[in-house]
């Protein structure tokens, strides 16, 4: 009798799988280096080191799996290490796409909405919207109040009365002339201050959202920003959450920046400041936090024409934002000029080691200081700077990327395209370089004024401009832009 002969199947099944782990992996990678390279912001060098590794490596991998005759062991370890390829590059395929992501919607031309408010008194029977069925309603007259009015149409019929003065307004709710009122942010915001005897009597009844869209074409002056210095606006709202929300601008700063120099100048303004509002006239001042409820695109021109300046790109922000990232990069440490405490919160003089909620109530803080608002706006200056110091003198922006990604995804919006913000971080990747920062912030005198564009008849406080600090900060920031 004939001896029967081993089947050869096992080994021919992982002949099989070997091969198809291989291709699979080699597929990996490639679809891994071309992201690499779309994404633009790895530095040529860098890639070229990469792609040469990583190709004479592959191809000797390749040969040792698909070559007959090789020892199966020499396979299996071949093939753990496409595996332990494969796990690399498909993270690094998600961490791409995060990025790319992430910038596609800090750009995207999203809907910005306005918040207004249904009040009634605190003694009223009126609990719920539908309460207000044939109520009459006082509606503060803004930008966007006949939206709202069109808003709360849909959920309750209801009799409307405008009112350009706030304080008319109020007195005719108390005197139950009126049901209830229907006020946007910017009222709302004057119940911290202004009008905290009113914000005592009253309680919320609803909250409307108006879509509002936003126009980056108006404001958008292109550059390329890895050769030609620029000047970002930084909007800070005084909010949580998304930053979609049309709110006043607690920060108001210019970074202005040479990117060849490696120079950074941040260029701060009081909230309060006293400044024109170009979109309504010569005669249209306010305050300068106040413009943001016209649109980012008003804060900038009232910004450019005060300073005379173009401004090239915003970045807008919120309170979410500065936490976020403070928490993402462990903490930034930030020089205190002053000991000086908040609720239970204490700061001594010198360097404090912060997180995002401790950065945040440093910037914010105003009534510990003598110069008040000044004050303010320096500590703004120097968590800004405690962040660019903290990104781009050590690792922290490379081994905290998707954290810092994750932590402002929701907050952060800007008008400045993919390939720019690509094409410069890339540049600072490159270089490694550390920036010369320097800041500055306007001064003005302190005052009382019936005549804001947004509240006429109301006494607020505003701050009234320096000409010599205006001055001062223009041709400081010629200097940086020459």
């Known amino acids: 009798m004939g001896r029967k002969r081993k089947s050869r199947k096992p080994k021919s099944n992982n002949k099989k799988i070997f091969n198809v782990i291989a291709i699979i992996s080699i597929l990996i990678a490639v679809i891994f280096g071309i992201m690499l390279y779309v994404l633009g912001m790895v530095p040529e060098k860098y890639l070229l080191i990469v792609y040469t590794i990583f190709i004479i490596l592959y191809l000797l991998l390749s040969f040792l799996v698909f070559k ?8 299996i370890f071949c093939i753990v290490l496409f595996i332990i390829f494969d796990i690399v590059f498909s993270v690094g395929i998600s961490y791409i796409s995060k990025t790319i992501g992430f910038i596609d919607v800090i750009n995207n031309e999203l809907f910005q909405k306005e918040e207004f408010y249904i009040m009634v008194k605190k003694e009223s029977n009126i609990d719920k919207i539908e309460d207000l069925s044939d109520k009459i309603v006082g509606v503060y007259s803004s930008l966007n109040s006949n939206k709202a009015i069109k808003t709360l149409d849909k959920k309750v ?29 910017s009222i709302k915001n004057l119940f911290n201050d202004e009008l905290i005897d009113t914000a005592d009597n009253l309680k919320e009844l609803y909250t409307l959202s108006v879509p509002i869209k936003k126009n980056d074409t108006e404001v958008l002056k292109f550059v390329d920003i890895t050769r030609k210095p620029f000047n970002i606006y930084v909007a800070g709202g005084d909010a949580y959450g998304s930053i979609d929300n049309v709110t006043n601008t607690d920060v108001n700063m210019i970074i202005t920046v040479d990117p060849v120099s490696k120079k950074i100048l941040l260029t701060s303004i009081p909230r309060d400041y006293y400044v024109n509002l170009p979109s309504f006239g010569e005669n249209a001042y306010d305050k300068l936090t106040h413009a943001g409820y016209y649109g980012i695109e008003e804060s900038i021109k009232a910004i450019e024409k005060l300073l005379d300046i173009d401004i090239n790109y915003y970045v807008k922000v919120n309170f979410s934002t500065i936490e976020g990232i403070v928490d993402a990069i462990d903490g930034v440490d930030v020089q205190s000029d002053f000991n000086f405490c908040v609720g239970n919160k204490c700061f001594k003089k010198g360097i404090n080691h912060l997180d995002g909620k401790s950065s945040l109530t440093f910037a914010r803080e105003r009534h510990s200081f003598s110069d008040g608002d000044v004050q303010r706006v320096k500590n703004q200056q120097k968590v800004i700077e405690a962040i660019i110091n903290k990104v781009t003198s050590s690792t922290k922006l490379v081994t905290n990327f998707t954290r810092i990604l994750d932590s402002v995804s929701s907050s952060l919006s800007t008008n400045m395209d993919s390939k720019s913000i690509n094409k410069f971080v890339k540049m600072q990747l490159n270089s490694m370089s550390n920036w010369e920062i320097e800041s500055q912030n306007l001064i003005g005198t302190d005052y009382t004024s ?22 001062k900060a223009k041709e400081k920031i010629r ?3 020459r």
């Open 157 to 185: 019929e209801t009799t409307t009365t405008k009112y350009t003065d706030a304080i008319s307004m109020f007195d005719d709710l108390n005197d139950d002339k009126i049901d209830a009122v229907l006020i946007n942010g």
């Open 68 to 75: 007959k005759n090789i020892k199966k062991s020499i396979k």
């Open 450 to 471: 019936t005549s804001t564009y947004t509240f006429p008849g109301l006494n607020l406080y505003v701050m009234k401009k320096n000409e010599e600090s205006v001055n």
């Open 479 to 481: 200097e940086v832009k």
